[in-house]
Protein backbone atom coordinates (compact mmCIF):
# COMPACT_ATOMS: atom_id res chain seq x y z
CA UNK A 1 0.00 0.00 0.00
CA UNK A 2 2.76 2.23 0.63
CA UNK A 3 4.36 1.74 -2.13
CA UNK A 4 1.54 2.78 -4.17
CA UNK A 5 1.04 5.24 -2.96
CA UNK A 6 4.55 6.63 -2.77
CA UNK A 7 4.16 5.76 -7.21
CA UNK A 8 1.16 7.76 -6.83
CA UNK A 9 2.72 10.78 -5.42
CA UNK A 10 5.59 10.46 -7.72
CA UNK A 11 3.32 10.63 -10.37
CA UNK A 12 1.85 13.65 -8.72
CA UNK A 13 4.68 15.66 -9.36
CA UNK A 14 3.10 17.22 -12.83
CA UNK A 15 0.50 18.39 -10.20
CA UNK A 16 2.80 20.77 -8.78
CA UNK A 17 3.34 22.78 -12.11
CA UNK A 18 2.28 26.05 -12.61
CA UNK A 19 -0.23 26.31 -15.45
CA UNK A 20 2.14 27.96 -17.44
CA UNK A 21 4.36 24.92 -17.17
CA UNK A 22 1.59 22.84 -18.46
CA UNK A 23 2.82 20.74 -21.46
CA UNK A 24 2.24 18.24 -23.61
CA UNK A 25 4.31 14.39 -22.22
CA UNK A 26 7.16 14.95 -24.46
CA UNK A 27 7.86 18.76 -25.12
CA UNK A 28 10.20 20.44 -24.85
CA UNK A 29 9.97 22.77 -21.63
CA UNK A 30 9.30 26.07 -22.11
CA UNK A 31 8.79 25.52 -26.05
CA UNK A 32 5.34 24.91 -26.39
CA UNK A 33 5.55 22.56 -29.03
CA UNK A 34 6.13 18.42 -28.97
CA UNK A 35 9.76 17.70 -29.80
CA UNK A 36 10.63 14.84 -31.95
CA UNK A 37 11.00 11.64 -29.89
CA UNK A 38 13.67 9.36 -30.84
CA UNK A 39 12.24 6.16 -31.96
CA UNK A 40 13.82 4.19 -28.95
CA UNK A 41 12.40 6.19 -26.16
CA UNK A 42 8.92 6.54 -27.44
CA UNK A 43 7.74 4.71 -30.37
CA UNK A 44 9.19 1.09 -29.71
CA UNK A 45 9.22 1.03 -25.55
CA UNK A 46 6.61 -1.43 -24.55
CA UNK A 47 3.82 0.09 -22.20
CA UNK A 48 2.68 -3.17 -20.96
CA UNK A 49 5.76 -3.70 -18.67
CA UNK A 50 5.69 -2.81 -14.66
CA UNK A 51 6.81 0.99 -14.31
CA UNK A 52 7.17 2.80 -10.83
CA UNK A 53 3.22 4.27 -11.40
CA UNK A 54 1.91 0.78 -11.19
CA UNK A 55 0.14 -0.19 -7.69
CA UNK A 56 1.41 -3.54 -5.73
CA UNK A 57 -2.28 -5.19 -6.75
CA UNK A 58 -1.19 -4.63 -10.63
CA UNK A 59 2.35 -6.02 -10.22
CA UNK A 60 1.04 -9.26 -8.42
CA UNK A 61 -1.64 -9.53 -11.30
CA UNK A 62 1.20 -8.47 -13.59
CA UNK A 63 2.93 -11.77 -12.09
CA UNK A 64 0.14 -13.94 -11.95
CA UNK A 65 -0.18 -14.02 -15.88
CA UNK A 66 3.52 -13.90 -16.41
CA UNK A 67 3.14 -17.36 -14.99
CA UNK A 68 0.59 -18.30 -17.05
CA UNK A 69 2.59 -17.72 -20.03
CA UNK A 70 5.21 -20.10 -19.17
CA UNK A 71 3.66 -22.67 -20.41
CA UNK A 72 2.39 -21.22 -23.75
CA UNK A 73 -1.19 -20.89 -23.33
CA UNK A 74 -0.99 -17.42 -22.12
CA UNK A 75 0.53 -14.70 -24.02
CA UNK A 76 1.29 -11.06 -23.07
CA UNK A 77 0.41 -8.83 -25.41
CA UNK A 78 2.90 -5.81 -26.15
CA UNK A 79 1.50 -2.30 -26.57
CA UNK A 80 2.95 0.93 -27.83
CA UNK A 81 1.95 4.99 -27.63
CA UNK A 82 1.49 4.68 -31.27
CA UNK A 83 -1.27 2.47 -32.83
CA UNK A 84 1.43 1.10 -35.89
CA UNK A 85 4.97 0.51 -34.68
CA UNK A 86 5.49 -3.21 -34.35
CA UNK A 87 5.48 -5.16 -37.69
CA UNK A 88 1.95 -6.16 -37.51
CA UNK A 89 0.66 -3.17 -35.99
CA UNK A 90 1.77 -2.05 -39.54
CA UNK A 91 0.30 -4.62 -41.74
CA UNK A 92 -2.24 -3.29 -40.03
CA UNK A 93 -2.28 0.27 -40.88
CA UNK A 94 -1.93 -0.85 -44.78
CA UNK A 95 -5.85 -1.39 -44.30
CA UNK A 96 -6.34 1.93 -43.46
CA UNK A 97 -4.03 3.23 -45.91
CA UNK A 98 -6.42 5.03 -48.16
CA UNK A 99 -8.57 6.27 -45.66
CA UNK A 100 -6.22 7.92 -43.27
CA UNK A 101 -7.78 11.24 -43.00
CA UNK A 102 -4.04 12.95 -41.77
CA UNK A 103 -1.22 14.41 -43.22
CA UNK A 104 2.10 12.36 -42.53
CA UNK A 105 3.48 14.97 -40.11
CA UNK A 106 0.50 14.97 -37.95
CA UNK A 107 0.17 11.08 -38.40
CA UNK A 108 4.19 10.65 -37.06
CA UNK A 109 2.73 12.97 -33.66
CA UNK A 110 -0.37 11.00 -33.66
CA UNK A 111 -0.41 8.86 -29.89
CA UNK A 112 -2.75 6.01 -28.99
CA UNK A 113 -5.68 7.65 -27.00
CA UNK A 114 -5.27 5.21 -23.98
CA UNK A 115 -1.16 6.02 -24.06
CA UNK A 116 -1.48 9.68 -24.34
CA UNK A 117 -0.67 10.40 -20.40
CA UNK A 118 1.89 10.46 -18.01
CA UNK A 119 3.17 7.27 -16.16
CA UNK A 120 -0.02 6.45 -13.70
CA UNK A 121 -2.42 9.44 -14.10
CA UNK A 122 -4.27 7.49 -17.17
CA UNK A 123 -4.32 4.40 -17.97
CA UNK A 124 -1.80 1.65 -16.70
CA UNK A 125 -3.06 -1.83 -18.62
CA UNK A 126 -1.71 -5.24 -19.72
CA UNK A 127 -3.65 -7.38 -22.31
CA UNK A 128 -3.34 -11.65 -22.15
CA UNK A 129 -3.94 -13.56 -24.64
CA UNK A 130 -5.72 -17.12 -24.80
CA UNK A 131 -5.89 -18.53 -28.15
CA UNK A 132 -7.21 -21.86 -27.38
CA UNK A 133 -10.21 -20.04 -25.08
CA UNK A 134 -10.30 -17.09 -27.20
CA UNK A 135 -10.03 -15.20 -24.31
CA UNK A 136 -8.35 -11.65 -23.83
CA UNK A 137 -7.68 -10.32 -20.17
CA UNK A 138 -6.95 -6.87 -19.31
CA UNK A 139 -5.24 -5.88 -16.02
CA UNK A 140 -5.71 -2.61 -15.50
CA UNK A 141 -5.50 0.61 -13.19
CA UNK A 142 -7.26 3.86 -14.23
CA UNK A 143 -5.15 6.99 -12.80
CA UNK A 144 -5.91 10.05 -11.51
CA UNK A 145 -6.62 11.79 -14.65
CA UNK A 146 -9.35 9.94 -15.06
CA UNK A 147 -11.95 10.80 -12.54
CA UNK A 148 -15.41 10.94 -13.21
CA UNK A 149 -17.67 10.88 -10.19
CA UNK A 150 -15.47 12.36 -7.15
CA UNK A 151 -13.07 9.67 -5.97
CA UNK A 152 -14.52 7.13 -8.86
CA UNK A 153 -13.23 6.06 -12.30
CA UNK A 154 -15.23 8.28 -15.62
CA UNK A 155 -17.80 5.62 -17.29
CA UNK A 156 -15.95 6.53 -20.38
CA UNK A 157 -12.66 5.89 -19.28
CA UNK A 158 -13.70 2.37 -18.26
CA UNK A 159 -15.78 2.18 -21.18
CA UNK A 160 -12.28 2.59 -23.56
CA UNK A 161 -10.82 -0.31 -21.43
CA UNK A 162 -13.55 -2.27 -22.49
CA UNK A 163 -13.72 -1.44 -25.94
CA UNK A 164 -10.02 -2.13 -26.73
CA UNK A 165 -10.36 -5.12 -24.53
CA UNK A 166 -13.49 -6.66 -27.10
CA UNK A 167 -11.30 -5.14 -30.32
CA UNK A 168 -7.82 -6.50 -29.31
CA UNK A 169 -9.59 -9.76 -28.81
CA UNK A 170 -11.27 -9.51 -31.95
CA UNK A 171 -8.23 -8.54 -33.70
CA UNK A 172 -5.90 -11.38 -32.79
CA UNK A 173 -8.78 -13.46 -33.69
CA UNK A 174 -9.83 -11.97 -36.95
CA UNK A 175 -7.14 -9.01 -37.98
CA UNK A 176 -8.28 -5.40 -38.04
CA UNK A 177 -11.94 -4.38 -36.98
CA UNK A 178 -13.46 -1.45 -35.93
CA UNK A 179 -16.06 -1.11 -33.27
CA UNK A 180 -19.38 -1.01 -34.57
CA UNK A 181 -21.48 -1.46 -31.30
CA UNK A 182 -20.34 -1.15 -27.28
CA UNK A 183 -23.22 -1.90 -25.05
CA UNK A 184 -22.37 -1.24 -21.41
CA UNK A 185 -23.96 -2.06 -17.87
CA UNK A 186 -22.65 -0.09 -15.21
CA UNK A 187 -23.06 -1.80 -12.29
CA UNK A 188 -21.12 -0.59 -9.36
CA UNK A 189 -18.23 1.92 -9.96
CA UNK A 190 -14.58 2.02 -9.96
CA UNK A 191 -12.53 4.12 -6.97
CA UNK A 192 -10.02 5.83 -9.19
CA UNK A 193 -6.37 4.35 -9.11
CA UNK A 194 -7.51 0.78 -8.00
CA UNK A 195 -7.29 -2.31 -10.46
CA UNK A 196 -9.87 -4.22 -11.94
CA UNK A 197 -9.70 -7.02 -14.46
CA UNK A 198 -11.50 -7.09 -17.63
CA UNK A 199 -12.41 -10.66 -18.75
CA UNK A 200 -12.87 -10.98 -22.29
CA UNK A 201 -14.98 -14.03 -24.18
CA UNK A 202 -14.96 -14.45 -28.18
CA UNK A 203 -18.22 -15.23 -28.15
CA UNK A 204 -19.26 -16.11 -31.77
CA UNK A 205 -17.86 -14.46 -35.52
CA UNK A 206 -20.33 -14.46 -38.56
CA UNK A 207 -18.54 -13.34 -41.45
CA UNK A 208 -17.27 -9.99 -41.08
CA UNK A 209 -18.46 -9.41 -37.76
CA UNK A 210 -16.98 -10.62 -34.21
CA UNK A 211 -19.39 -10.54 -30.91
CA UNK A 212 -17.63 -10.35 -28.20
CA UNK A 213 -18.59 -9.89 -24.11
CA UNK A 214 -16.70 -9.20 -21.17
CA UNK A 215 -17.22 -8.48 -17.39
CA UNK A 216 -14.92 -6.01 -15.29
CA UNK A 217 -14.23 -7.22 -11.64
CA UNK A 218 -12.14 -6.35 -8.51
CA UNK A 219 -9.13 -8.05 -7.62
CA UNK A 220 -10.41 -10.34 -5.08
CA UNK A 221 -13.63 -11.10 -7.71
CA UNK A 222 -16.12 -10.10 -5.42
CA UNK A 223 -17.33 -6.93 -6.58
CA UNK A 224 -19.00 -6.96 -10.88
CA UNK A 225 -18.39 -3.30 -11.60
CA UNK A 226 -19.43 -3.86 -15.28
CA UNK A 227 -20.59 -6.00 -18.18
CA UNK A 228 -20.26 -5.74 -21.30
CA UNK A 229 -20.71 -6.76 -25.33
CA UNK A 230 -19.59 -5.32 -28.22
CA UNK A 231 -19.91 -6.24 -32.18
CA UNK A 232 -16.97 -5.46 -34.08
CA UNK A 233 -16.48 -5.47 -37.94
CA UNK A 234 -13.37 -6.64 -40.11
CA UNK A 235 -12.02 -4.50 -42.35
CA UNK A 236 -12.39 -5.22 -46.15
CA UNK A 237 -8.99 -4.36 -47.73
CA UNK A 238 -8.94 -1.70 -50.47
CA UNK A 239 -12.43 -0.87 -48.71
CA UNK A 240 -12.26 3.05 -48.13
CA UNK A 241 -13.54 4.29 -44.38
CA UNK A 242 -14.57 7.40 -45.02
C1 LIG B 1 -8.10 -0.07 -34.83
C2 LIG B 1 -6.77 -0.75 -35.19
C3 LIG B 1 -5.53 -0.01 -34.57
C4 LIG B 1 -4.73 -0.90 -33.63
C5 LIG B 1 -4.51 -0.31 -32.30
C6 LIG B 1 -4.50 -1.30 -31.16
C7 LIG B 1 -5.74 -1.18 -30.31
C8 LIG B 1 -6.73 -2.28 -30.70
C9 LIG B 1 -8.12 -2.08 -30.21
C10 LIG B 1 -8.89 -1.15 -31.09
C11 LIG B 1 -10.04 -0.60 -30.34
C12 LIG B 1 -10.37 0.80 -30.78
C13 LIG B 1 -11.46 0.69 -31.77
C14 LIG B 1 -11.99 2.02 -32.15
O1 LIG B 1 -11.90 3.00 -31.48
S1 LIG B 1 -12.77 2.02 -33.65
C15 LIG B 1 -13.45 3.67 -33.73
C16 LIG B 1 -14.93 3.70 -33.48
N1 LIG B 1 -15.62 3.03 -34.52
C17 LIG B 1 -15.90 3.62 -35.69
O2 LIG B 1 -15.58 4.76 -35.92
C18 LIG B 1 -16.60 2.75 -36.70
C19 LIG B 1 -17.45 3.57 -37.64
N2 LIG B 1 -18.15 2.65 -38.51
C20 LIG B 1 -17.58 2.19 -39.65
O3 LIG B 1 -16.48 2.62 -40.02
C21 LIG B 1 -18.30 1.15 -40.42
O4 LIG B 1 -19.68 1.19 -40.12
C22 LIG B 1 -17.77 -0.28 -40.16
C23 LIG B 1 -16.27 -0.36 -40.56
C24 LIG B 1 -17.91 -0.67 -38.68
C25 LIG B 1 -18.55 -1.27 -40.95
O5 LIG B 1 -18.59 -0.80 -42.26
P1 LIG B 1 -18.42 -1.79 -43.50
O6 LIG B 1 -18.78 -1.00 -44.70
O7 LIG B 1 -17.08 -2.44 -43.49
O8 LIG B 1 -19.46 -2.93 -43.20
P2 LIG B 1 -20.98 -3.00 -43.64
O9 LIG B 1 -21.70 -1.71 -43.43
O10 LIG B 1 -21.00 -3.61 -45.00
O11 LIG B 1 -21.55 -4.04 -42.56
C26 LIG B 1 -21.04 -5.36 -42.47
C27 LIG B 1 -21.99 -6.13 -41.56
O12 LIG B 1 -21.92 -5.56 -40.22
C28 LIG B 1 -23.21 -5.10 -39.82
N3 LIG B 1 -23.06 -3.85 -39.06
C29 LIG B 1 -22.27 -2.82 -39.36
N4 LIG B 1 -22.37 -1.86 -38.41
C30 LIG B 1 -23.23 -2.34 -37.49
C31 LIG B 1 -23.72 -1.83 -36.27
N5 LIG B 1 -23.35 -0.63 -35.80
N6 LIG B 1 -24.57 -2.59 -35.55
C32 LIG B 1 -24.95 -3.82 -36.01
N7 LIG B 1 -24.51 -4.35 -37.16
C33 LIG B 1 -23.66 -3.62 -37.89
C34 LIG B 1 -23.97 -4.85 -41.12
O13 LIG B 1 -25.36 -4.92 -40.92
C35 LIG B 1 -23.46 -6.01 -41.96
O14 LIG B 1 -24.10 -7.19 -41.54
P3 LIG B 1 -24.61 -8.27 -42.62
O15 LIG B 1 -25.57 -7.54 -43.48
O16 LIG B 1 -23.37 -8.71 -43.36
O17 LIG B 1 -25.22 -9.36 -41.79
Redesign the pocket.
Known amino acids: MLRSCAARLRTLRVLRRQPGDARLPGSQPGSGKLRSFSFEDVTEKDQALPKPSWSKDLRLLFDKFMKKCEDGSWKRLPSYKT ?1 YTTST ?1 QD ?1 RAFFSGSIPLKEELMSQAR ?1 FTRSFEDGLGFEYVMFYNDDEKRVVCICQGGLYLQGPPGFLHGGALATLI ?2 TL ?2 NA ?1 VAGG ?1 V ?4 LDISFKRPVPLCSVVVINSQLDKVE ?3 FFVSCNVRSVDEQTLHTEGTG ?1 F ?1 K ?2 PG ?1 S ?1 I
Not at 178 to 181: D, E, F, G, R, Y
Open positions: SIILDIGTMPMTANGRKLILEKL
